[in-house]
C-alpha cells in the first residue's frame, strides 16, 4: 500500500472518488437527509475502501472525513446545477440547466446570456431581444440570500431581479412559506416565482481517468 502523505491527492483519483460519493449521494437523496444521516454516511464513506481507502493513500487517515465533506460534497450543489470546473460530471445525474429555469419561471421567449450563469447564489442575465433581466435560483432555505443577491444586484443595476425559489416534486415547499415569499419579494419591488425540477441522467464520466 503506498506510504500515506499530504501530496496532492491526483485530479483522476479525486474525480474518481467523486463519482462513486455523488452516485450515492444521489441514491440516498442526500438533500432531504438530516445531519445525523448525512453523519453516519460520512463514516461508511470514510470506511469504504474505494472512497476513504482510495483518499488514505495521500492523507492521513484523520483527515480523511474533512477532505470528502469539504472538497467533493462541498460541492456537491455545483455540481449538480452543472457549474463545477472539475466535479460537474462526476454526478450521473444533475438539473437540466438555466435554460429550464427560465422556461419553468415563465420567462417565454427569453434565452441566457452568454457568460452570465454564476453562483453563491446561483444567477443568470436572462435576455429577450435588447432586455435582459437577473434571475436568481435556490432552495427556499437559501431564500435570504436571494433576496440579498436581488436587492444588492437591483442596486447596482436597476431593473427588476426575478427570484426563483426550487423544490423537488417529493419535497416541495408549503402553501405558507410561499405565500411568505410572495410578500417579502413584493416588499422589496421583485417578483418571487415557485417551480419544480427533478434530476436527469447526464452522460457518463469521461472514460480516459475513471476506473469502472
Not at 444521516?37 to 472512497?51: F, G, H, M, S
Not at 466535479?87 to 437540466?96: K, N, P, T, V
Amino acid at each position: 500500500m503506498p506510504t500515506q502523505s499530504t501530496n496532492e491527492i491526483p485530479l483522476p483519483v479525486r474525480r474518481q472518488v467523486a463519482t462513486l460519493l455523488y452516485r450515492e449521494a444521489i441514491s440516498m437523496d442526500w438533500e432531504l437527509r438530516n445531519n445525523d444521516e448525512k453523519d453516519a454516511q460520512y463514516t461508511r464513506w470514510v470506511d469504504d475502501p474505494e472512497i476513504g481507502g482510495r483518499i488514505a493513500q495521500y492523507r492521513p487517515l484523520s483527515k480523511v472525513r474533512v477532505w470528502i465533506k469539504d472538497t467533493p460534497m462541498k460541492e456537491f450543489d455545483r455540481a449538480l446545477e452543472g457549474i463545477h470546473e472539475i466535479y460537474s460530471d462526476c454526478a450521473e445525474q444533475g438539473y437540466a440547466g438555466p435554460q429550464e429555469i427560465l422556461e419553468k419561471a415563465g420567462l417565454d421567449g427569453w434565452t441566457v446570456k452568454p457568460g452570465s450563469v454564476g453562483e453563491k447564489p446561483m444567477h443568470v442575465t436572462a435576455r429577450s431581444g435588447q432586455a435582459e433581466r437577473y434571475v436568481c435560483w435556490g432552495k427556499s432555505e437559501k431564500f435570504n440570500d436571494l433576496i440579498t443577491a436581488a436587492l444588492h444586484q437591483a442596486f447596482l443595476s436597476g431593473g427588476t431581479p426575478l427570484i426563483v425559489v426550487s423544490s423537488r416534486p417529493d419535497a416541495l415547499v408549503s402553501e405558507a412559506l410561499r405565500d411568505e415569499h410572495v410578500m417579502k419579494g413584493e416588499r422589496c419591488g421583485f417578483n418571487v416565482v415557485h417551480i419544480e425540477r427533478s434530476l436527469v441522467p447526464r452522460s457518463p464520466v469521461r472514460t480516459d481517468d475513471a476506473l469502472f
